[in-house]
């Protein structure tokens, strides 16, 4: 995979099975009510421990939040260094990342995303570090490789089709745009990933896509 180019120190391995709880409960609430109206009370109740217990383990909801999404990067880093191992082609590779993806994000609340920039400056920067280097490295070498198999177009510019594809993000999780009363995210990420790969792919490439991308139905 390629290498974290961040001056963020990430979470070490979590020291117990309740911690690890604890941050999967977090990460799965903060996702689906997003991060600034869910109090420390709320994920204890959810968890049904005291916040004593919690604060045994985090100073504060703020470290809470950076130990959640770090230690959600990093599964998210090993679940793509599987799928990398096992794809296909570059389509498949992309299919099964955004697969994998969408078990994660189901009910994912996009004002999730708004919470952590405006609230929790330091954490969002880790999460735009890891965008910015591992993520935008992972689609270009994702593009380079579908070139040079045959089931991308020859003249895509890998460079440039990667950088708009991650700055598109933050217009998928624009509420003015796609309010969440009226938009699921994962309708509007399945969209955009037929979108970018039928914008792509070689005529090779388009019989994989149609007999095999499970975003189609």
Request: proline residues 2%; glycine residues 2%; neutral net charge.
């Amino acid at each position: 995979m390629f290498p974290f180019n961040s001056s963020y120190t990430f979470a070490p391995v979590l020291k117990n099975s309740q911690q690890q709880i604890i941050l999967e409960k977090a990460s799965e609430l903060f996702i689906k009510f997003g991060i600034k109206s869910l109090t420390m009370d709320d994920v204890a109740r959810e968890l049904g421990i005291s916040k004593k217990t919690i604060y045994a383990f985090v100073e504060n909801k703020a470290e809470l939040v950076k130990l959640t999404l770090t230690a959600y990067i990093d599964e998210e880093r090993t679940q793509i260094e599987a799928i990398l191992k096992i794809s296909e082609n570059a389509i498949d590779e992309m299919i099964q990342m955004v697969s994998y993806f969408f078990t994660q994000t189901r009910e994912f609340n996009p004002s999730a995303l708004n919470d952590l920039q405006k609230y929790y400056p330091e954490t969002y920067t880790i999460y735009t570090e890891y965008r910015l280097n591992h993520i935008l490295s992972l689609i270009a070498k994702n593009l380079e490789e579908g070139k040079k198999q045959g089931v991308y177009r020859k003249d895509v510019d890998a460079d440039i089709v990667s950088k708009v594809y991650i700055s598109s993000i933050d217009i998928l999780v624009n509420q003015q745009l796609f309010p969440a009363r009226k938009y699921a995210f994962t309708d509007i990420y399945k969209e955009y990933t037929n979108y970018h790969l039928r914008g792509i792919v070689s005529a090779k490439g388009l019989k994989f896509l149609d007999k095999h991308n499970l975003f189609k139905s």
